[in-house]
């Protein structure tokens, strides 16, 4: 490994925000260092600021998630935020949802390696697990695309008023309001902006939280969540 992929060791929020779940964190951050850049999940630029730019910021989401939810990370990729986040809540059922194949194979051995019972890995798009996905309290996403594009993928797997959690940067607000009119579309009823980890990141995650109300994606995703449901249970008597 090159010097500027060396992987700088862990600061000392990171005990913190790990806790009991620090050495995983360490090994996580081991494979996403090695592995990860080996399988080009990650670039190798990224590497010396693993923990701040990437496990901590994205472990600090769960201070926007509720206790004992359902989650689903969209685009999951390299694991973030899912993995992060798995390991700082053991109490969310957590699935990550990718549709590479190296992304995929990569997640399920950093699943079993870490040991993260409640976490499952699923490959594929969003768009064609709904309906056989139960829909879920919470999706989150990292990096994946614009906010009504996003919405588009996301909103549709949650449950009647679940959120979806984007961490996104400085262009949040900016995003909330070209997004506004898909968002609408979508069933969205509330949008706004939180700022987590201060004290612990610098500057603090920004997320983006966009909440549903009884028709999660509008009526159109109403219409195929229904024709999902009717295939599956017609494929369930076969």
């Known amino acids: 490994m090159t010097e500027e992929a060396e992987l700088p ?4 929020e990171a005990r913190t ?3 009991e779940f620090f050495p995983e964190a360490v090994r996580y951050a081991e494979l996403l260092a090695d592995a990860g850049v080996k399988r080009g999940l990650i670039g190798p630029r990224e590497v010396p600021r693993l923990w701040g730019r990437h496990l901590l910021n994205c472990a600090v989401l769960s201070e926007a998630v509720p206790e004992g939810v359902t989650v689903c990370d969209v685009g999951s990729g390299a694991g ?5 986040l798995a390991l700082v809540r053991p109490d969310l059922k957590i699935t990550l949802l990718e549709p590479l194949l190296r992304r ?8 079993e390696l870490l040991g ?10 969003a768009e064609e697990v709904l309906g056989t996905l139960p829909p879920v309290h919470v999706v989150t996403a990292r990096a994946v695309a614009p906010l009504d594009r996003l919405a588009g993928w996301g909103v549709p797997l949650l449950r009647p008023y679940g959120e979806m959690l984007a961490l996104k940067g400085g262009t949040a607000e900016e995003e909330i309001q070209g997004a506004r009119a898909a968002l609408s579309k979508l069933g969205v009823v509330e949008t706004e902006v939180l700022h987590v980890g201060e004290g612990v990141v610098e500057p603090a995650s920004t997320v983006v939280r966009v909440v549903v109300g009884e028709s999660p994606g509008g009526v159109r995703f109403a219409a195929k969540r229904a024709k ?11």
């Open 9 to 12: 060791e862990a600061p000392e």
């Open 17 to 19: 925000v790990f806790g």
């Open 80 to 84: 973030l935020p899912g993995i992060p």
């Open 104 to 111: 995929t194979n990569f997640l399920q051995e950093v699943v």
């Open 116 to 125: 993260l019972d409640h976490v499952t890995v699923v490959r594929g798009r």
């Open 228 to 238: 999902a449901a009717r295939a599956g249970r017609v494929r369930r008597r076969r």
